[in-house]
């Protein structure tokens, strides 16, 4: 038995100037309180700088997800800087850091195994446990990663969402050669098609929305379809899920190449898939969730700082925290990529 199990609900806890509250689905609102507590021996208090609004931020918002607890605070794709620090972290105040929003046991089997992401006693940060979306929260140190200097904000605010990518894309090997299609061109989409794109693969986006396929254009040379204009002579060497709907999924399937691979990404809860096809065809399926912490954080840092890597237009628009109705309300269209909330001083009105 996880012996930290205990632990997991004191993982954040937030009593900020300002944060987002949400009562319960549909109902967000900014409150003000006290300031953070001050920091344990391992912990660190955080100001934030920005916080990416996530689509499973939006299955909280909009009561889709069954095990989100309520009241909560939101929020789980997060910058911010070290203000203070327990006499037992090493890492310095002013280090600008990011998040490493799913707790983790390292004792049970999973985790022993190294496979993190899979802990049987994980929790989320603005699902099941408060999240980060305030101006200042506490945490332990155990979930922090330092940014470099040479990291913008705006790119260092995408290493947690990106390092879903980074380790999808370990269940293949992509190089250019490879033929890669990725359904579904929102957030994570996009962050696959930028990756996919800087290791040299032929892409094919594809979605329902025109907008979309025309966004993903900033990323080179992409070839664009809706779900029903694919060719039927279409096939890939490796397919990306990123739609999270069934007919995503099956679709998926139904373009891969012989020999190819199935990487999903997208969350949906069931589709029907032509076993025989896959048996004959030798299609190999993958899901992948979330990501190893601290290696698929770093990786993502290793592309990120590459000025040549286009990651920038996966950043839809950065809203003052003050707006945040409107910054929920747009990222709940599900009409662009990322939304950010600016929680910097000067974002207030």
Same mark, same amino acid.
Request: aromatic share 8%.
């Given at each position: 038995m996880c012996t930290l199990k205990q632990n997991f609900d004191q993982q954040v806890v937030v009593k900020s100037m300002h944060s987002l509250y949400l009562a319960g689905p549909g109902d967000v609102s900014l409150k003000e309180g006290a300031a953070a507590r001050a920091p344990e021996q391992n912990e660190v208090k955080i100001k934030l700088i920005y916080g990416g609004i996530c689509g499973s931020d939006i299955g909280v918002y909009k009561g889709k997800i069954s095990h989100a607890a309520y009241p909560i605070t939101p929020g789980h794709e997060l910058l911010g800087m070290v203000v203070e620090k327990g006499k037992d972290v090493a890492i310095p105040v002013g280090t600008r850091v990011v998040i490493q929003p799913n707790s983790y046991c390292d004792e049970c089997e999973q985790c022993?195994?190294?496979n993190t992401n899979l802990c049987l006693y994980k929790k989320s940060l603005g699902v099941n446990t408060d999240g980060g979306f305030a101006e200042e929260f506490t945490i332990s140190a155990k979930y922090i990663l330092p940014v470099p200097?040479?990291?913008?904000?705006?790119?260092?605010?995408?290493?947690?969402?990106?390092?879903?990518?980074?380790?999808?894309?370990?269940?293949?090997?992509?190089t250019g050669e490879t033929s890669v299609a990725v359904i579904g061109c929102g957030t994570e989409g996009q962050l696959a098609i930028a990756l996919a794109a800087h290791l040299g693969a032929a892409i094919t986006a594809i979605?329902?929305?025109?907008?979309?396929?025309?966004?993903?254009?900033?990323?080179g040379s992409i070839q664009t379809y809706t779900p029903?204009?694919?060719?039927a002579e279409a096939k890939f060497d490796v397919v990306i899920e990123a739609a999270g709907v069934s007919q995503a999924v099956e679709q998926a399937v139904d373009i891969v190449k012989p020999g190819g691979k199935v990487v999903l990404i997208g969350l949906t809860a069931e589709a029907t898939l032509p076993i025989l096809k896959i048996v004959?065809?030798?299609?190999?399926?993958?899901?992948?969730?979330? =990501?190893?912490?601290? /290696?698929d954080f770093a990786q993502s840092v290793d592309y @990120?700082?590459?000025?040549?890597?286009?990651?920038?237009?996966?950043?839809?628009?950065?809203?003052?925290?003050?707006?945040?109705?409107?910054? =929920?309300?747009?990222? /709940?269209a599900g009409q662009c990529a990322?939304?950010? @909330?600016?929680?910097?001083?000067?974002?207030r009105p």
């Open positions: 022993q195994k190294g200097d040479e990291l913008p904000d705006e790119r260092a605010v995408l290493i947690e969402p990106f390092a879903v990518v980074v380790h999808a894309l370990k269940h293949v090997n992509i979605d329902i929305n025109e907008a979309k396929l025309s966004d993903v254009q900033a990323y029903a204009s694919v060719p004959r065809n030798e299609i190999a399926i993958h899901g992948s969730i979330i =990501y190893n912490f601290p /290696a @990120l700082i590459h000025p040549d890597f286009v990651i920038d237009p996966v950043i839809a628009e950065i809203v003052p925290l003050h707006e945040y109705e409107r910054a =929920y309300e747009k990222a /709940a990322k939304i950010i @909330l600016n929680f910097k001083e000067d974002s």
